[in-house]
């Protein structure tokens, strides 16, 4: 059973930094794409940042150069620095993954439970 688990999130003031991380753990043979999709209150899950396998990357516009996305293949983590946080960014973070089980031969989408970050003004 292929699970991913976020931790980091919080409250911060405007101007700050958190940083987020999401584990899969379970019988994993391989990792695609890892990200992090946000929703804030009454709007739908947006997409914030995608690492490929390769490590390129890429970022929702109004991230950019304040977000930066990474990961640990050794670890099956994916992490997501976030600073010079705005109130606009208060949202609940999703991680997700394209992952192939161990014994499977197909890659299925797998999604953590969500941390909500609160940036104050």
């Not at 409250?11 to 930094?17: D, I, K, P």
């Not at 947006?46 to 990474?70: C, M, P, Q, W």
Request: glycine share 12%; proline share 2%; charged share 15%.
């Amino acid at each position: 059973q292929v699970q991913l688990v976020e931790s980091g999130g919080g409250l911060v003031q405007a101007g700050g930094s958190l940083t987020l991380s999401c584990a899969a753990s379970g019988s994993i043979f391989r990792i695609n794409t890892m990200g992090w999709y946000r929703q804030a209150p009454g709007k739908g899950r947006e997409l914030v940042a995608h690492i490929y396998n390769d490590g390129s990357t890429n970022y929702e516009d109004s991230v950019k150069g304040r977000f930066t996305i990474s990961r640990d293949n050794a670890k099956n983590t994916v992490y997501l620095q976030m600073n010079s946080l705005k109130p606009e960014d208060t949202a609940v973070y999703y991680c997700n993954a394209d992952i192939r089980g161990a014994f499977t031969q197909v890659y299925r989408d797998y999604w953590g439970q969500g941390t909500q970050v609160t940036v104050s003004s």
